[in-house]
């Protein structure tokens, strides 16, 4: 069974970088057959994408927050990570990591979550 | 992108049918058989109950089904359990993908 796992500080200051990683154990990161993705939920509202990484390290960021995001893979250690820079509290948010399936175009793995809160 | 939309919230009495609609254009709902649906409980990661439109995962019950009419696509729960409370969110591709706002379901 495919499992996810985000690991990273839950507080973060204003104008620092987030910082997360997922953890991907029960199969391969470097399967052809997925994205890799970072998706959040600000408290109390929507999904919102972040952008994915394909195992060979190409990648798509949302436009809205292109300029501020990378998102890393390394597939010697089974993960993928995310650095949000120049941090506000409108960032504030659940952090998931998930498993697209390129071929449903559909995400069918999410980790549990993790809730990183801006504030100083 | 814009976020795809849907109502929110609706409401129905256990054993009924809802419908909840997930309205795009024509560069994402439109455009691609590629709409997904993600039911969500509080406090959890969201769960895969429909893609390309109107394709069940293993182990997502068949109350559960899935259409879609030019740019508005529409999840349709029927037979309303207790326990399918919850917010659903639509997901369109659109050369990346977007999310609706999502819906908030409460069985009365």
């Known amino acids: 069974q495919v499992q996810l796992q985000e690991s990273g500080p839950g507080l973060v200051k204003p104008s620092q970088t987030l910082s997360l990683t997922c953890t991907v154990s029960?199969?391969?990161?470097?399967?052809?057959?997925?994205?890799w993705s970072w998706i959040r939920q600000p408290p109390g509202k929507g999904l919102e994408w972040i952008g994915y990484i394909y195992y060979s390290g190409s990648t798509y960021y949302n436009p809205s927050l292109k300029s501020r995001v990378t998102i890393s893979v390394d597939t010697s250690k089974n993960q993928f990570s995310l650095k949000l820079s120049s941090v506000t509290a409108a960032d504030t948010a659940v952090y998931y990591c998930?498993?697209?399936?390129?071929?449903?175009?559909?995400?069918?793995?999410w980790g549990q979550g993790t809730l990183v809160t801006v504030s100083s | 992108q814009s976020a795809l939309t849907q109502p929110r919230s609706v409401s129905g009495s256990p054993g009924q049918s809802v419908t909840i609609s997930c309205t795009g254009t024509s560069s994402d709902v439109g455009g691609y058989n590629y709409v997904s649906w993600y039911q969500q409980h509080p406090g959890k990661a969201p769960k895969l109950m429909i893609y390309?439109?109107?394709k069940r995962p293993s182990g997502v019950p068949d109350r559960f089904s899935g259409s879609k009419s030019g740019n508005t696509a529409s999840l349709t729960i029927s037979g309303l359990q207790a326990e399918d409370e919850a917010d659903y969110y639509c997901?369109?591709?659109?050369?990346?993908?977007?999310f609706g706002g999502g819906t908030k379901l409460t069985v009365l």
């Open positions: 998930a498993r697209i399936v390129i071929q449903l175009s559909a995400v069918d793995y």
């Open positions: 997901c369109s591709y659109a050369g990346s993908w977007v």
């Open positions: 029960g199969g391969s990161i470097s399967s052809g057959d997925y994205y």
């Open positions: 390309d439109v109107n």
